[in-house]
């Protein structure tokens, strides 16, 4: 029995500027901390008759599978709004696998030496933060928000050196693709409009099919990429994730959720929340997310500029009226996402006043942004007095008197914000938990929650203690994570 893959690799074959030739720099003693049976299987790949050491020496890039071809990228961005030359630094893409259904997957090492883009960086990762990626991106794929898949983790049995020495660590990384809007600025930063053309036919070709034969692709692509985020973040924003690093380089024109540094889940709604350790003026802090989506996407359609006309000022005029267009698109879908978080059925003016009462109540009395809406649907996470609170008690009646407007059963509300409010998301200090666990070999504690997380939307029985928020009063903050 073979393993399955499938690969057909085509970012590789693009002109020399777009990656480096490189494979994963072989480490010393590779071993499988875990892999993703679930995910294995939706990609058609069998590891069952592989022995550890084998599947340990596929994963840490010590045995390349046939058919691999591995380069990194080269991608620019803008971190913190400044622009910099970046590329895949610590990351080889190993090559694009096909699935029996013929979707395409790029299959990527992050953790695996040095490249032409190192800078100065090692090139390698360090076991927590892959773990950590690996939890909060399953978690997010579970939760049905779209994002990069993590298939292995393995340590390298080579340390790597930050603050401390620790454990290094290899992922693989799975995702629809690895372009990111940071991708387009390293291409148009070189001002060749061929190469621009060729990226962009190339995305199209791969991710956006329906509009290969349009008549203006470099203005649909803004479109649809702007569609695509704008769905994205509303996910974000209904479960209360903040990606923490919303920089260009880690916005994927595929639409996934990509990066998984200093991200983190909130507990008390808080709009200003903010986790990472390094954003003092909260540019990418909860209630700017959406501010910052349509900032990256107003980067992304300057890089398209030289496309979508010959006379630059038309160019820009239409591009800017789309990005203009952001603001009403996102609201609409906002509105809409948090309707369903209420149960509500059907558009009425008066219910963004309704929303908008309910999380100005919450950020007053602190409340858990997840188990607010749990209570809503008579699950009871945590007993609160604040519920007794004669606003909260005026704030529910206008609820109820919207929901008979729904002309639906009490049941099919339920179902409806069953659908979208989490029962369980991962929290902070159980994500830190059990990666202490394992930084000290025991991955057991991780399985679980794993296991736990899978099912958000399901009543689990005796999983209270990773329903429940922090009790402790420190602030919780979050690294990038090198
Ligand atoms: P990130 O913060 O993960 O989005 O990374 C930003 C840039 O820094 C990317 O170009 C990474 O490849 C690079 N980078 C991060 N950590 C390392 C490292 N340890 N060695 C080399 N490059 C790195
Ligand atoms: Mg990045």
Not at 428 to 453: G, M, S, T, W
Request: net charge neutral; glycine share 6%; with cysteine.
């Amino acid at each position: 029995m073979t393993i399955g893959w499938c690969f057909d690799n085509t970012y590789s074959k693009l002109p020399d500027p777009f990656k480096e030739e490189i494979g994963p720099i072989p480490v010393k003693n590779p071993e499988l901390i875990i892999l993703n049976k679930n995910l294995s299987k939706d990609l058609n790949l069998d590891f069952s008759n592989l022995d550890n050491k084998k599947i340990s020496e596929l994963f840490s890039g010590n045995t390349l599978p046939e058919g691999s071809s591995s380069i990194a990228q080269a991608y620019a961005g803008h971190q913190f709004g400044h622009f910099t030359m970046l590329g895949d630094g610590r990351a080889v893409l190993i090559g694009e696998h096909l699935s029996k259904k013929k979707e395409r997957y790029d299959i990527q090492f992050k953790g695996s030496g040095k490249t032409a883009f190192s800078r100065n960086g090692d090139g390698r990762a360090a076991l927590g933060p892959m773990l950590r990626e690996y939890i909060i991106s399953e978690a997010m794929h579970s939760l049905g928000i779209p994002t990069t898949r993590s298939l292995a983790v393995v340590k390298t049995g080579e340390d790597v050196i930050r603050e401390t020495a620790l454990h290094g660590a290899i992922l693989t990384r799975v995702a629809l693709s690895h372009i990111r809007v940071g991708t387009f600025q390293y291409i148009a930063a070189r001002e060749k409009k061929d190469e621009l053309e060729i990226l962009l036919n190339y995305v199209i070709k791969r991710h956006y099919p329906n509009i290969e034969k349009s008549k203006n692709k470099a203005l649909d692509l803004l479109e649809v990429v702007m569609e695509k985020q704008i769905d994205l973040v509303v996910d974000w924003m209904r479960v209360g994730f903040i990606h923490g690093v919303m920089n260009t380089d880690n916005m994927s024109v595929s639409g996934e959720t990509i990066d998984y540094g200093p991200c983190a889940f909130m507990d008390a709604y808080d709009p200003k929340t903010v986790f990472s350790s390094i954003d003092h003026m909260g540019r990418y802090a909860y209630c700017n997310q959406p501010v910052i989506t349509k900032w990256n996407l107003s980067r992304f359609a300057e890089c398209l500029i030289p496309l979508i006309d010959k006379d630059q000022n038309k160019s820009i005029e239409q591009a800017t009226e789309i990005i203009n267009s952001f603001e009403k698109k996102y609201e609409e879908k906002w509105l809409n996402m948090m309707r369903n978080k209420l149960g509500l059925f059907g558009i009425e003016d008066k219910d963004k006043f309704l929303i908008l009462d309910l999380l100005t109540w919450m950020h007053q009395k602190k409340l858990d942004y997840t188990n607010t809406f749990c209570h809503l649907m008579n699950s009871e996470i945590e007993k609160n007095e604040n519920f007794k609170d004669h606003d909260f008690q005026n704030w529910k009646k206008r609820w109820q008197e919207r929901l008979k407007t729904n002309n639906n059963s009490p049941e099919k509300y339920i179902e409806l914000m069953r659908s979208v409010n989490p029962m369980v998301i991962p929290r902070n200090y159980k994500v830190e938990d059990v990666l202490n666990e394992a930084n000290n070999n025991n991955i057991e504690p991780l399985k679980r929650f794993l296991e736990i997380l899978n099912n958000p939307y399901s009543e689990q029985k005796n999983i209270k203690e990773f329903q429940l928020p922090s009790f402790s009063k420190e602030k919780y903050q979050t690294f990038c994570g090198t």
